[in-house]
């Protein structure tokens, strides 16, 4: 089996409602870009990547002359083709590597005719749980505002009927920390018997991240998630306060890996497939974890169906997966795949068992949402359309205002 060709295709989704975070909002839709790679047999393999535009799809392009006649089964080599740790220092390229990743994998799968986590040592579980992932949200059509502990309670709620969730993720580092610990200990009140989990996403001062992380000790904690910057950040806290430390921010390559367990700064390691450069890195570094007793989960850094079979068939392998996966999955009104979203089932998505990555291009919604980009484009991730002239510090000391409600236009 060889490469022939690469394609890429930015879509844009739609968001039920545009999701508040640290650094600005995703502005009511999600826009990623859809990677193709066809082989000389006929098969097409699928991957995925945050962000687009012209500029993406030209970067995939622009790989076509490294890939074209690669083995897709030739794993390890095509890293250093297109990404050794030298090279990559001059053209940063692991996100497109991951998504190309995906698509091998998935070529081989559906060359063999096995799934994904055959190719991966075989699933431990045949579904992955995950948590119910609650955003400050501003209002869209349909959907109203989250703003306040009663709204985040409420949508929890609604979330935990509709897909059985028993596990809530708080997406915070928009309002004042204060506030946000409020906007906790309600959830907390509200769900005594499920778990919880806070991320602000860095952006708390070494003071607040104490206050926060000593304040909710007595909580049915998972684990505080990346309360400060840096991994001596994080290591101060950790040796502070009674909650175990979570990263995703930090620990995202193997370097950083050896500095946690050589002084450890974070309890649990959320693999991204993404940012390690695709599903097998993540497996990797999971081994290196059980090790050395580090917990790990399944990061989302936002997905259509094609990076969820990702993060689902990662979910299936990792005998230590000790967390529920986090996903913005929920969130949106659609998906490319074939048969519509993948759904949830009390709290937990069933991995894909098809050949492959085991889900296929619905083209008609390819088609439906490349058109929707063409007429939205991008947003800026890191700017909030409530706050004009607002951008992020780290830490910040400048949050929105609780007491206001905005509408914005996306
Ligand atoms: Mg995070």
Redesign the pocket.
């Given at each position: 089996m060889k490469i022939v060709d690469i394609r890429a295709t930015t879509v844009a989704v739609p968001l039920e409602a545009p999701l508040r975070h640290s650094n600005g909002a995703h502005w009511g839709r999600f826009v990623r870009t859809i990677v193709e790679v066809e082989a000389d047999n006929g098969l097409v393999g699928l991957g995925e990547m945050g962000g687009g535009g012209e500029s993406a799809e030209a970067a995939f392009k622009a790989l076509l002359p490294y890939l074209t006649g690669h083995d897709p089964f030739q794993l390890e080599a095509l890293r250093f083709k297109i990404a050794n740790p030298t090279a990559s220092l001059y053209n940063n390229r692991t996100q497109l590597l991951a998504a190309i990743e995906f698509a091998c994998l998935d070529l081989v799968g559906q060359h063999l005719g096995v799934p994904v986590h055959d190719l991966l040592g075989g699933r431990v579980r045949d579904e992955v749980a995950f948590a119910s992932y609650l955003f400050f949200r501003y209002a869209a059509e349909g959907h109203k505002e989250i703003r306040t502990p009663d709204q985040l309670v409420e949508q929890a709620r609604e979330l935990k009927r509709e897909h059985g969730f028993t596990v809530h993720k708080l997406k915070g580092g928009v309002f004042p920390p204060g506030y946000e610990l409020e906007c906790y200990r309600a959830l907390a009140a509200a769900f005594p018997e499920d778990r919880l989990r806070y991320?602000p996403?860095a952006v708390l001062s070494m003071a607040e991240g104490l206050r926060f992380g000593r304040a909710i000790e007595d909580l049915n904690n998972d684990y505080l998630?990346?309360p400060v910057f840096g991994l001596e950040g994080l290591r101060q806290v950790r040796e502070q306060v009674r909650v175990p430390l979570a990263t995703?921010?930090v620990v995202v390559n193997f370097e950083q890996l050896a500095s946690n367990v050589m002084r450890r700064s974070a309890d649990v390691i959320?693999l991204d497939t993404t940012f390690w450069g695709g599903i097998r890195p993540c497996v990797k570094a999971a081994g290196v974890c059980e090790t050395f007793q580090l917990g790990v989960a399944v990061?989302s850094s936002g997905e259509l169906g094609i990076q969820l079979a990702t993060m689902l068939h990662l979910g299936a392998v990792l005998p230590n997966l000790g967390y529920a996966a986090d996903a913005h999955y929920h969130q949106l009104r659609d998906d490319v795949i074939e048969g519509g979203k993948l759904p949830y089932v009390n709290g937990a998505i069933a991995v894909p068992s098809g050949p492959g990555l085991g889900v296929r291009l619905d083209r008609d919604k390819v088609a439906r949402y490349a058109e929707l980009y063409r007429e939205t484009g991008g947003y800026p991730y890191d700017r909030d359309p409530g706050r004009p002239g607002w951008y992020a510090q780290v830490p910040n000391e400048r949050f929105a205002d609780p007491d206001i409600s905005v509408e914005v236009r996306t």
């Open positions: 991320d996403n998630e990346d995703n921010t959320l990061h």
